[in-house]
């Protein structure tokens, strides 16, 4: 028990730690697209649900070590055209979960289109408790697979990859419901989340096809994004701002 707490392995578990932070930031957000289509007593709980089963399934995952590496052997090959790759379980799960992302964020698109010309939280459509969790825990299988991978490859101790996963998750309690209730504050930014699960989508389907897609430049364009709504939601405050001192002014030297 004493070579864990070695240099080696705190650097492992400090890096691991961080890694497993960024790579929760999927997580987070297909949480808070999911989540944001029940009653708003019911998010929390169902949150809090997720981010715990997603803990649970990572940990177990880890415990598993010999099915994990299993999954990453061909079961049957495909080639077209002179592409050809060997299709393992991972990838299935990979490509399914990129298809269930693109519909579900064309899904939420369409609903939020159609539902533009709407007045009233009366037209606001809601998901069941159920169903929410259903697909909260398919999303945690297909993100934790890769996530524990990663860790896999990254530490040599099973009790580091433990620490580091249950710290990320930690982490993401803490800021899920504060992201979660910025996206459904601002219809913008969750429009951008939507369009963020259709990028993240095509990479899974990728990734699951042989086309490795570098994460960081995924989140190096999430980042810019996000930086430039952000900019222009301050631009629009400020505009409103300026417009209602006007019209008060406009007010003021009638009366």
Not at 7 to 14: Q, R, S
Not at 24 to 53: C, H
Not at 134 to 146: E, G, K, R, W
């Amino acid at each position: 028990m004493i070579e864990l707490f070695t240099a080696e392995n705190a650097a492992a578990l400090v890096t691991l730690t961080l890694l497993e932070i960024v790579l929760g930031i999927d997580n987070i957000v297909v949480l808070a697209i999911i989540t944001g289509k029940l009653p708003p007593e019911r998010q929390a709980f169902a949150r809090n649900l997720g981010l715990a089963l997603a803990m649970i399934m990572r940990i177990l995952l880890l415990l598993s070590l010999n099915w994990l590496m299993s999954v990453t052997e061909p079961l049957f090959h495909l080639s077209f055209a002179g592409w050809e790759h060997g299709i393992s379980l991972r990838d299935i799960i990979l490509v399914v979960g990129g298809v269930f992302l693109l519909v579900k964020a064309t899904y939420e698109i369409h609903d939020k289109m159609e539902g533009a010309g709407d007045h009233g939280a009366g037209h606001r459509r809601t998901t069941s408790f159920s169903s929410a969790i259903t697909q909260i825990v398919a999303m945690d299988l297909i993100f934790s697979l890769d996530s524990v991978i990663t860790a896999v490859g990254m530490a040599q101790h099973i009790p580091v990859m433990v620490t580091a996963i249950v710290i990320a998750v930690g982490v993401m309690f803490i800021f899920a419901a504060a992201i979660s209730r910025f996206v459904e504050k601002h219809p913008t930014i969750k429009m951008l989340a939507l369009a963020f699960l259709l990028l993240i989508g095509f990479v899974l389907i990728a990734d699951g096809l042989g086309s490795h897609v570098p994460k960081g430049y995924i989140y190096t364009a999430m980042a810019f994004s996000l930086g430039v709504e952000a900019i222009n939601i301050r631009l629009i405050a400020a505009t409103r701002r300026r417009d209602e001192h006007r019209i008060r002014g406009e007010y003021e030297k009638k009366d």
